[in-house]
């Protein structure tokens, strides 16, 4: 995909450094004894089914915290690429004891990664440039940054990233600041510069909403038809971003609502993983 930014290495390291440990912990006792310690292995990365890439540097990183220089890994494809079925994504050589234990850990992150940027290109491909495809923050404790990479991988466009880069006003927040004009207000004061969205459950919260001076308002499990009406109630004081009871199948009719922007936690809460393998043959040393 042009234009995608790589993921910095210390996104990725640490999340490499204890996927291993819990997967490896005292060592590959299979490999270790079925293996040869000279034997060399050279392997390629199958993309098994249609799929938008994503996560190779985080793969090469597994393989090369495993086996370090004596692994090359060579992407064949890149992150945010479409592939189909039957297309190598990169090839892996080094030692095939490296190989072997690096393999499913490499894979787990390479699959899901995937499987994300594969479910968010297929949202984004519904809008048609229409409605902005965003992620939430539902995502895999530890792992929300490889995670909401691969929705860029794929062509949607983050949330925020956490609790601390943007306000998001939601019925908890309100009763307990005392109205929505309140929450509002106070967060202005104390969140200065921070964007304020405001979650609203009916036609009446939206304009209630932008009324008070919400950036954007977040209209939570509305119908169509509401979804309409509270978008001509907001009009431009605020941005309409449409969350809740979300499917692929509604895209394109929630894209012809006005709304800015709608949010989808299936991205990351529920994709399925790509189906990806490594298939490792002998190989010369160099």
Partial sequence: MTGLAPLAPEDYLDIVRRALAEDVGTG?????????????GHGIVLAKSPLVVAG?????????????????????????EPVAAGTVIAEVEGPARALLTA?????????????????????????????IILDTRKTTPTLRT??????????????????????????????????????????????????????????AEAAEAADAGADIVLLDNLTTAEIREAVGLIGKRARAEISGGVTLARIPELAGTGADSVSVGALTHSVIASDISLEIETADVP
């Fill in 28 to 40: 590959d006792v299979t490999t270790k004894s079925t293996v040869p310690a000279s034997a060399h």
């Fill in 103 to 131: 393999e499913r850990t490499a894979l787990n992150l390479l699959q899901r990664m995937s499987g994300i940027a594969t479910a968010t290109r297929q949202y984004v491909d519904a809008a048609a440039g229409r409605i």
């Fill in 146 to 203: 490889l995670e909401k990479y691969a929705v860029r991988a794929g062509g949607g466009t983050n949330h925020r990233i956490g609790l601390y880069d943007q306000v998001l006003i939601k019925d908890n927040h309100v009763r307990l600041a005392g109205g929505v004009r309140k929450a509002v207000e106070s967060a202005r004061r104390e969140a200065p510069g921070l964007t304020i969205e405001v979650e609203a459950q009916s036609v």
């Fill in 56 to 80: 190779l540097d985080v793969a090469h990183a597994v393989f090369t915290a495993v086996g370090g220089d004596a692994v090359r890994f060579t992407s064949r494809a890149h992150d945010g």
